[in-house]
């Protein structure tokens, strides 16, 4: 079985930073593509930030220069360093990650619980 546990999430000032934190456990035999996505009150569930296995990475035009992805794989976790953070950033952000887990030796898509991001003076 495979869980990801996010952390990091929080109240934070406009033009603030928040470091959110995602970790893998379980039966992982490897890990692909992970990455962050948020979702706002009645909005639809967005991109943030993703990155491959091999460090490339991709970003809206709404985060880029702001937001940073970064991972590390001894430890199965992902990161997502915010900066300037704006109060349209206010969302639950979820983590992602494609992971081949050592009991079906296949890849499936897994999410995190969320975590609340709340950007307001």
């Known amino acids: 079985q495979v869980q990801l546990v996010e952390t990091g999430g929080g109240l934070v000032q406009p033009g603030g930073s928040l470091r959110l934190s995602c970790t893998a456990s379980g039966s992982i035999f490897n890990i692909d593509d992970m990455g962050w996505y948020r979702q706002a009150p009645g909005k639809r569930r967005e991109l943030v930030a993703a990155i491959r296995s091999g460090g490339s990475t991709d970003y809206p035009d709404s985060v880029k220069g702001r937001f940073t992805i970064s991972r590390d794989n001894p430890k199965n976790t992902v990161y997502l360093q915010m900066n300037s953070l704006k109060p349209e950033d206010t969302a639950v952000y979820y983590c992602?990650?494609?992971?081949?887990?050592?009991?079906?030796?296949?890849?499936?898509?897994?999410w995190g619980q969320g975590t609340q991001v709340t950007v307001s003076s």
């Open positions: 992602y990650a494609d992971i081949q887990s050592i009991a079906t030796m296949t890849t499936s898509g897994y």
